[in-house]
C-alpha cells in the first residue's frame, strides 16, 4: 500500500522556521518524484517545490524562493521541505504528494497519484 505520510508542522513566529518531512512507503522511492504542496483557507491548492524529470531541476514557487529548500534522504524514503524566514501568508496545510516516474510540469497538481493526509502550518505574527 502507498503511503505518504508528513510531519513537522506547528506554530511558529513570523521569521521561525520549520522542517516538514514527507516519509514514503509502499513503492520504490527512485521511481517517484515527491513534490510538495500548499492549501490556504479558501485557496487552491498550489504547488511549492520539486524536482523536474527533464533535467532534474529545482522548481520553486515564487513565493518561497530563497526561503524553502527540497532535500531528500533516499536511503530513508523521505523528502523534507526547510522553510526559513516563515511568513503569515505561508499559513496553511502542506501536503506532498508522488508522481510515478515523475513530469516536467511538477509543480501541477493533476501529475501525482498519491497523496497524504497534510500537515498543518501556522505562522504568526
Known amino acids: 500500500e502507498v503511503q505518504l505520510v508528513e510531519s513537522g508542522g506547528g506554530l511558529v513566529q513570523a521569521g521561525g522556521s520549520l522542517r516538514l518531512s514527507c516519509k514514503a512507503s509502499?513503492?520504490?522511492?527512485?521511481?517517484?518524484?515527491i513534490g510538495w504542496f500548499r492549501q490556504a483557507p479558501g485557496k487552491e491548492r498550489e504547488g511549492i517545490s520539486c524536482?523536474?524529470?527533464?533535467?532534474?531541476?529545482?522548481y520553486y514557487a515564487d513565493s518561497v524562493k530563497g526561503r524553502f529548500t527540497l532535500s531528500s534522504d533516499n536511503a530513508k524514503n523521505t523528502m523534507y521541505l526547510q522553510m526559513n524566514s516563515l511568513k503569515t501568508e505561508d499559513t496553511a496545510v502542506y501536503y506532498c504528494?508522488?508522481?510515478?516516474?515523475?513530469?516536467?510540469?511538477?509543480?501541477?497538481?493533476?501529475?501525482?497519484?498519491?497523496w497524504g493526509q497534510g500537515t498543518q502550518v501556522t505562522v504568526s505574527s
Open positions: 509502499g513503492f520504490t522511492f527512485d521511481d517517484y518524484a
Open positions: 504528494a508522488a508522481d510515478e516516474g515523475g513530469s516536467n510540469y511538477c509543480e501541477h497538481r493533476d501529475e501525482y497519484d498519491y
Open positions: 524536482i523536474r524529470s527533464s533535467d532534474g531541476s529545482t
